[in-house]
């Protein structure tokens, strides 16, 4: 939390968020509902009551809905949900980030699993940051939860996950897009990483939004780890 906290003080505030969260895998690109206080999504299960009685009530974002919708080709067929909220993978952050809920906040599904298809999406979504919206995605360096033996907060990491961690690192460092695009076949870690895809794909949504793509990657969170997953995090130009 004060990782987080600490990283949304270092930005500007921003005018609206746009999240990509590893908990939608919808295609057509899917939008949360826009209206103000939509209630969250609780897609969790087996933890304490009051997780579900916690909120997270952001005021209307049909501006921002408007504006995604306006940068993408007619032929995403982009859908708005009516009704569906922000699930944990982005309420949760966001809460820690910016606990006021004073922001404009819409979550976009991922349509895909194709690295080169999330970039040019990206892509699409960069004219978005001229206008101060925040683009977020939400998952984690490393999550192969089914093959953790150690469940504490502190647990030393399986090599799987620290190996993936380093080449993910080095290959950020270097702006090795392309190699980070490979990590079915080449990262050393799979598929244990990453026996599902879905915690890794949002990294190529920011990476498109870049509006320098040469610009040297910020890793604002290093080599760390929570429950031997690695929570290795960066940020743009």
Request: charged residues 15%; negative net charge.
């Amino acid at each position: 939390m004060a990782q987080l906290k600490a990283w949304s003080a270092n930005l500007p505030k921003p005018k609206a968020i746009l999240i990509v969260s590893a908990h939608w895998e919808a295609a057509p690109v899917m939008l949360s509902a826009s209206a103000a206080h939509t209630p969250l999504v609780y897609d969790f299960g087996g933890f304490a009551p009051h997780y579900y009685q916690m909120k997270y009530e952001t005021p209307d974002a049909s501006e921002l809905s408007n504006l995604v919708t306006s940068v993408l080709p007619d032929s995403l067929n982009v859908h708005e949900h009516q009704s569906r909220g922000l699930d944990h993978g982005a309420w949760v952050p966001l809460k820690i980030m910016y606990p006021d809920a004073d922001i404009p906040v819409l979550q976009m599904s991922i349509p895909t699993h194709d690295p080169g298809t999330l970039m040019e999406l990206g892509r699409r979504l960069q004219p978005l940051r001229e206008q101060g919206v925040l683009i977020i995605g939400s998952g984690f360096m490393t999550h192969g939860l089914p093959f953790l033996k150690e469940w504490t907060l502190d647990a030393t990491p399986p090599g799987w996950s620290s190996d993936f961690d380093a080449w993910a690192g080095e290959a950020i460092s270097n702006n090795d897009i392309d190699e980070l695009a490979s990590y079915a076949n080449k990262a050393p870690g799979m598929p244990y990483a990453h026996p599902t895809v879905e915690h890794f794909s949002p990294i190529f949504v920011t990476l498109g939004a870049a509006t320098d793509a040469e610009a040297p990657i910020e890793q604002v969170i290093g080599s760390e780890y929570f429950m031997g997953l690695s929570k290795r995090s960066f940020q743009v130009a």
